[in-house]
């Protein structure tokens, strides 16, 4: 699971790529319509492996499933399956809170590279293209530390690590428009982010009982899109009513909460809530 969250992570930071320093390129020159319009053609590529990719082999015979058996198997169960075990509102409150400083830093992260005086391009340079590297390293040792460590242990470590990775922000501000402190700044952000999210696919696909695997996925994967929708929202409001530099430090202290989580649920064994996988 550690190598397939590193994989999968691989490929959705060449998403960010595109997306990212490709649009920035892509609307510098041509123009932001154009640029959103490449990124909608680039959708394809998922949509075509999906139509071209065969289902697996389902547990239940779908096609002699009345519509309140499939219902059933596709819904209730695997939320029924989940909250059967113990400490599984813990569990979920930790998905919300693990990626939140990071979250936090992260939206804010453009506005601050141009109010510091950085153009497009040498956001696009260094923040994607070379963030993007750090990224994909850090994903790769986030995978590796997982399967050596433990999730649990791995978690923790690349938690403290994003924490203290949202310093240098600050660092950044006080320094001002400097290429070479930006290029630090990107690395220490990209990389310990990567270790955390390679470790964090991880554990979210640890949580899921292979019968349920789409929806109870869904559900976590979704919860931990949560920081970056919508409890980094208040950021912009947060810097106009204090300043980065106080900004960044709260970032940080935002992200203490998700590793003392992780720090609880190894004291209260780990793993021992996932459930084993039921006979259907």
């Known amino acids: 699971q550690a190598a397939g969250a590193a994989a999968t992570q691989w490929g959705y930071r060449f998403g960010l790529l595109a997306s990212g320093a490709g649009a920035l390129y892509a609307a510098e020159h041509a123009g932001w319509s154009a640029a959103y319009s490449i990124m909608a053609g680039l959708m394809l590529i998922g949509m075509a492996t999906v139509l071209l990719t065969p289902e697996p082999h389902a547990a239940i015979d779908q096609r002699r499933a009345t519509f309140i058996e499939t219902l059933r198997a596709a819904v209730v169960e695997p939320f029924a399956d989940f909250v059967r075990r113990p400490g599984w509102a813990a569990v979920l409150v930790f998905i919300v ?79 001002g428009h400097d290429p070479m402190m930006l290029t630090v700044t990107i690395f220490a952000e990209n990389f310990t982010g990567g270790m955390g999210s390679a470790a964090f696919v991880a554990y979210l696909s640890n949580l899921c009982n292979t019968s349920f695997t789409a929806t109870q996925y869904a559900l976590f994967s979704s919860l931990a899109a949560v920081p970056t929708r919508f409890l980094s929202a208040p950021a912009g409001w947060i810097v106009d009513q204090t300043d980065w530099i106080p900004f960044f430090l709260f970032t940080a202290v935002a992200a203490l909460p998700g590793v003392l989580m992780v720090a609880w649920l190894m004291r209260r064994g780990g793993f021992r809530f996932a459930a084993a996988q039921p006979a259907l």
């Open 97 to 175: 809170l693990y990626k939140l400083g990071d979250a936090m830093a992260g939206t804010m992260a453009n506005p601050f590279y141009l109010e510091l005086g950085f153009s497009k391009e040498e956001i696009a340079a260094i923040s994607k293209v070379f963030g993007l590297a750090a990224t994909l390293a850090g994903v790769a040792v986030g995978g590796a530390l997982a399967a050596r460590l433990g999730l649990l242990r791995a978690l923790f470590f690349c938690g403290v690590l994003q924490m203290l990775s949202n310093l240098t922000y600050a660092v950044q501000a006080m320094v």
